[in-house]
């Protein structure tokens, strides 16, 4: 992988799984486009994140494991950022609220995900 520290989440993750990023979009006038590129993003960085040994991780949904997502949420209208004012970090098993996509395999992942992917978490929760 490049040492480039100024390269983005998105293309890191894209380098370390092979695949050619999709280009940037031109304009963000429609909300439905952004958070769709931006699931996509998501998808992608936190696919690579989850590498184990180089190999894409591929989740248990039988109980055996679990599966850690940042949970988001609102309690105070002073929030920033996503309009978020508190992240916090559950698990899920089989009944996941966000799919096997947007989970991560670890606690200490999940964290470093929701920090690192914030601008794609933005785009994808925000109108």
């Known amino acids: 992988m490049s040492n480039n520290q100024n390269q983005n989440p998105y293309s890191k993750a894209c380098e370390l799984l092979g695949i050619t990023p999709r280009p940037a ?5 429609d909300a439905d486009l952004v958070a769709e590129d931006a699931f996509h993003r998501l998808t992608i960085c936190i696919k690579a994140k989850n590498l184990i040994d180089g190999k ?18 609102k309690n105070n209208k002073d929030s920033s950022g996503l ?3 508190y992240g916090d970090y559950d698990y ?10 947007l989970e991560y395999r670890t606690y200490k992942l999940a964290r470093e995900g929701a920090e690192e992917f914030k601008k794609y978490y933005a785009d994808f929760m925000t109108l």
């Open 92 to 101: 899920g098993l089989s009944n996941s609220l966000v799919g096997s996509r």
């Open 83 to 85: 309009g978020l004012s």
């Open 56 to 73: 894409v991780w591929t989740p248990v949904h039988d109980g055996s494991e679990r599966h850690y997502y940042p949970w988001f949420y």
């Open 25 to 29: 979009l031109k304009d963000k006038i």
